[in-house]
């Protein structure tokens, strides 16, 4: 398994805007082959913060669902990132 997290900054008025895009794209990726959860949420203290959670049964299923990455549009609106791939070797209850 795999967790891909972490956060994007865009311009704070066009957060709301950002993530509207990326709605189907949320519900694309839960449907997809070995998507176990996705979300891209707004964060509730930083207004121009966006926070990205996806876990994934394996690499190939996450890279067959990912394609070219970001939309044209999309890349050009985040003005800063920072998202990391974590390879997880156990789950247990905390």
């Not at 956060?7 to 509207?20: N, S």
Request: aromatic share 6%; glycine share 6%.
């Amino acid at each position: 398994m795999l967790i891909v997290a972490g956060t994007l900054h865009v311009d704070p008025a066009e957060r709301d805007d950002y993530l509207a895009t990326c709605a189907e794209i949320v519900r694309q990726a839960r449907k997809a082959p070995g998507c176990l959860d996705f979300a891209i949420s707004p964060d509730l203290t930083e207004p121009g913060r966006i926070n990205v959670y996806e876990r994934w049964e394996s690499e190939d299923q996450l890279l067959d669902f990912r394609g070219s990455g970001p939309e044209p549009e999309q890349q050009v609106a985040i003005v800063e990132a920072e998202v990391n791939k974590f390879l997880i070797s156990a789950v247990e209850s905390p």
